[in-house]
């Protein structure tokens, strides 16, 4: 069994009726595979991961398909019917939650008569200021898979905080270009996964 296969998928995805800014992109993949065999692919699944009802929307399945296929095709990969053979099987994953972040908020300012203002230490209980800011923080995970073997062959994790739709849908796609660019990794992308990968072998066997 390859490392890739052991591997859990956490706190899963992202989307769409929104996006956003404050993202966390990452990228794994089996350094053995030839991928720049791959012609077409097709998409066999769509799951979510916070049971919130979002892929109950058959409009919001198509904008996520849609936000896939766009990076997937400047890669030269084209989109079949499942009832036709396709070299990758695409399996998405989504999650949508609301988060409260709250931030203090320290002055240091001519006011205070070049006395502290006190707002920190045994004082702070008392004189802190806080800013609630409620969110939502969307992920978006992108599974590719031998359709023969079901072995997981490439996932992409895209995480971010969904405030503005328009900046947030900008900014994943940025993201996710920026993440399939290396599709399909050269022979130093693969070198340098194999090395990651034998590290994280080793850290997780002890």
Same mark, same amino acid.
């Given at each position: 069994?390859?490392?890739?296969?052991?591997?859990?998928?956490? %706190?899963?995805?992202?989307?769409?009726?929104?996006?956003?800014?404050?993202?966390?992109?990452?990228?794994?993949?089996?350094?053995?595979?030839?991928?720049?065999?791959?012609?077409?692919?097709s998409f066999v699944a769509g799951l979510e991961l916070s049971k919130t009802g979002l892929l109950s929307n058959p409009d919001v399945r198509e904008r996520?398909?849609?936000?896939?296929?766009?990076?997937?095709?400047?890669?030269?990969?084209?989109?079949?019917?499942?009832?036709?053979?396709?070299?990758?099987?695409?399996?998405?994953?989504?999650a949508r939650q609301e988060k409260t972040e709250e931030t203090a908020v320290f002055m240091d300012d001519p006011?205070?008569?070049?006395?502290?203002?006190?707002?920190?230490?045994?004082w702070a209980p008392y004189y802190t200021e806080y800013v609630v800011n409620n969110y939502v923080d969307g992920t978006l995970v992108i599974d590719l898979m031998n359709p023969a073997t079901k072995e997981l062959l490439w996932r992409t994790y895209l995480r971010q905080k969904i405030e503005d739709r328009t900046e947030a849908y900008i900014e994943a796609k940025?993201?996710?270009?920026?993440?399939? %660019?290396?599709?399909?990794?050269?022979?130093?992308?693969?070198?340098?996964?194999?090395?990651?990968? %034998?590290?994280?072998?080793?850290?997780?066997?002890?």
């Open positions: 069994m390859t490392a890739m296969k052991t591997w859990c998928v956490q %706190a899963f995805c992202m989307m769409l009726p929104a996006i956003a800014c404050a993202s966390d992109v990452q990228t794994d993949f089996d350094p053995s595979v030839d991928f720049a065999k791959f012609k077409t692919y996520i398909k849609n936000f896939i296929s766009g990076v997937m095709e400047t890669r030269g990969l084209m989109e079949v019917p499942r009832d036709q053979q396709y070299d990758l099987a695409v399996r998405y994953w989504v006011m205070w008569a070049g006395y502290p203002p006190y707002w920190s230490g045994v940025k993201n996710l270009d920026k993440s399939f %660019a290396q599709f399909p990794p050269d022979k130093s992308e693969k070198e340098k996964m194999q090395k990651e990968r %034998a590290r994280l072998e080793r850290k997780y066997s002890k």
